[in-house]
């Protein structure tokens, strides 16, 4: 089946620094891509939705300002939390669409961010 | 707006037991219903899915049967295994390419020996 990747796999840093993560569909193109924080037993809550060329678009309460997102080719998005803060902490997971005419979405293992 | 619901858990089984999990929706329209599974260490994958009415999902040995009049989706399995550990994910979306899945928060099931 097709592949997303994410890395880093975890990443710990300190409080004020930015962190960013890199979400790669392996071996489909990807036009859309979504990212998701998922917090412990808590469900995936979608943060903003990537198109390939365009701005993203971000789910309401989600500061753009704070969580930068970039799709700049077919195959690439990558989640910049800027200034990050102990409140940031927790599990952030990326999926990508077939641009296909099956348009699944798959899902990347996740980037577990943990801010001192 | 959309919502889906899963059953508290975590769940425990004895290998070979049945298993229900029960997920319930709320959306406008007719959505598309989904399975996602999380093994651990790795991301979600699909499962299942029923796109109408009727609709049964299968895979793996794994069942759902997308309930309008219920407005369910319940997964089952006659017969569970060890490696069936993992957590588990109820999620619709809306009609469109662009639509969006709305999930639940999901189940850990543990399969024991």
């Known amino acids: 089946g097709a592949v997303v990747s994410q890395h880093p796999s975890r990443v710990i840093c300190k409080s004020g620094t930015s962190v960013k993560i890199e979400c790669r569909s392996l071996?489909?193109?990807?036009?859309?891509m979504f990212w998701y924080r998922q917090f412990p037993k808590q469900s995936l809550m979608l943060m903003a939705t990537?198109?390939?060329?365009?701005?993203?678009?971000?789910e309401q309460g989600v500061e753009k300002d704070k969580f930068l997102i970039n799709h700049a080719s077919l195959t690439l998005s990558t989640l910049t939390v800027t200034s990050a803060h102990p409140e940031d902490s927790s599990f952030y997971i990326c999926?990508?669409?077939?641009?296909?005419?099956?348009?699944?979405?798959?899902f990347g293992p996740g980037t577990r961010l943990t801010v001192l | 707006g959309d919502s889906v619901t899963q059953m508290e858990g975590p769940v425990t089984l004895s290998e070979e037991a049945f298993l229900t999990i029960n997920c319930t929706y709320t959306?406008?329209?007719?959505?598309?219903l989904f399975w996602y599974v999380q093994y651990p260490g790795e991301g979600l994958q699909l499962l299942l899915k029923?796109?109408?009415?009727?609709d049964k999902g299968s895979n793996k040995g794994f069942e759902a049967t997308y309930r309008k009049e219920t407005t369910s989706f319940h997964l089952e399995k006659g017969s569970v295994q060890v490696s069936d550990s993992a957590v588990y994910f109820c999620?619709?979306?809306?009609?469109?390419?662009?639509?969006?899945?709305?999930f639940g928060k999901g189940i850990t099931l543990s399969v024991r020996p």
């Open positions: 999926s990508a669409r077939d641009v296909s005419a099956s348009g699944n979405q798959f």
């Open positions: 071996d489909f193109q990807a036009t859309t």
């Open positions: 990537s198109n390939e060329g365009s701005k993203a678009t971000y």
């Open positions: 959306a406008t329209g007719y959505p598309s």
């Open positions: 029923a796109t109408k009415a009727d």
């Open positions: 999620a619709l979306s809306g009609a469109g390419a662009n639509s969006k899945l709305t």
